[in-house]
T-cell receptor
């Protein structure tokens, strides 16, 4: 069966520090991969999605970036974190585009 | 630009009641629609996925309907239980279902 892993589960970082969140999927090949952010009191916002290695689409301009170095690995990064980057970051995958999305357990990021 | 709303924002019902959660979207040119539940501090669990060509999907006590022309979907929960307490989110998939837009969610409390 397919599983999705996100780490770390929680992270506290100072303003201006770099960020790297990792997401991996097991049990499937060539998945669509997604990064979302859920800010306090707000809905889920799609940040990036990828349909293949090296193919990244950005939905919202920001100081975050995403990379897909391997088929089942999706990384969310920042060179310098802002206070507004605080939130709950969720990774998701789906098979073909008409199949449901499945989410990881999320990373709660707090910026101090 | 697709916008998704959910009514009500919060709902509290006694155990055993049947209930309906509503989801509305502004652009009827959708690829699919997915319902999720989210427990506090956790990731999302997929409940039902309805393709744009379908009118409803059922899973156990859950039934989701889709009326694309009116831009609405409903999630019906039969015989509610305390374990159903969670936030329920609907998400509308656009082009090939890749760029999901989420609603703000309905927070459901089922009282024993």
């Amino acid at each position: 069966s397919q599983t999705i892993h996100q780490w770390p589960a929680t992270l506290v970082q100072p303003v201006g520090s770099p960020l790297s969140l990792e997401c991996t999927v097991e049990g499937t090949s060539n998945p669509n991969l997604y990064w979302y952010r859920q800010a306090a009191g707000r809905g889920l916002q799609l940040l990036f999605y990828s349909v293949g290695i090296g193919q990244i689409s950005s939905e919202v301009p920001q100081n975050l970036s995403a990379s897909r170095p391997q088929d089942r690995q999706f990384i969310l990064s920042s060179k310098k974190l802002l206070l507004s980057d605080s939130g709950f970051y969720l990774c998701a995958w789906s098979g073909q585009s008409n199949q449901p999305q499945h989410f990881g357990d999320g990373t709660r990021l707090s910026i101090l | 630009k697709q916008e998704v709303t959910q009514i009500p924002a919060a709902l509290s019902v006694p155990e055993g009641e049947n209930l309906v959660l509503n989801c509305s979207f502004t652009d009827s040119a959708i690829y699919n629609l997915q319902w999720f539940r989210q427990d506090p501090g956790k990731g999302l669990t997929s409940l039902l996925l309805i393709q744009s060509s379908q009118r409803e999907q059922t899973s156990g006590r859950l039934n989701a309907s889709l009326d694309k022309s009116s831009g609405r979907s409903t999630l019906y929960i039969a015989a509610s239980q305390p374990g159903d307490s969670a936030t329920y989110l609907c998400a509308v998939g656009g082009f090939y279902g890749q760029n999901f837009v989420f609603g703000p969610g309905t927070r459901l409390s089922v009282l024993p």
